[in-house]
């Protein structure tokens, strides 16, 4: 499943993360899903509390944004709102999609205990 791999490689990335402050117990990761990125939230969920079990995620919880799916113009930058023809007024240009197509792993929260 999609939402598997997605997990496996954040957990990974944390793991990486928690290695480079020994001790570290993660509490927290503050994920952004993209409207179009492909990703059913529920499913992401349900793969993390499958797979995160044994690793360094085990305790952690998953904070979850949805990042709504926004059109540019790639010529004057204007914003085209949600629910207009995805084309530029003033320059006719098609819309260039400017966010809300990834995956964005914001923030690891961990707990370093003190030395
Ligand atoms: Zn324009």
């Known amino acids: 499943m999609h939402e598997y791999s997605i997990v496996s490689s954040l957990v990974e990335r944390v793991q990486r993360e928690a290695d480079a402050h020994p001790g570290a117990i993660v509490r927290r ?12 939230i529920e499913l992401l969920r349900t793969a993390f509390e499958t797979f995160r079990a044994h690793t360094v995620c085990e305790g952690a919880e998953l904070a979850i944004a949805a990042v709504p799916a926004s059109w540019r113009c790639p010529r004057c930058d204007r914003a085209i709102p949600v629910g207009e023809i995805l084309r530029c007024a003033t320059c006719h240009r098609p819309a260039r999609l400017a966010a809300g197509d990834d995956i964005i792993l914001e923030r ?4 370093v205990p003190d030395v």
């Open 108 to 111: 690891i929260e961990m707990e």
């Open 29 to 40: 990761l503050h994920v952004r899903i993209g409207e179009l990125a492909g990703v059913e």
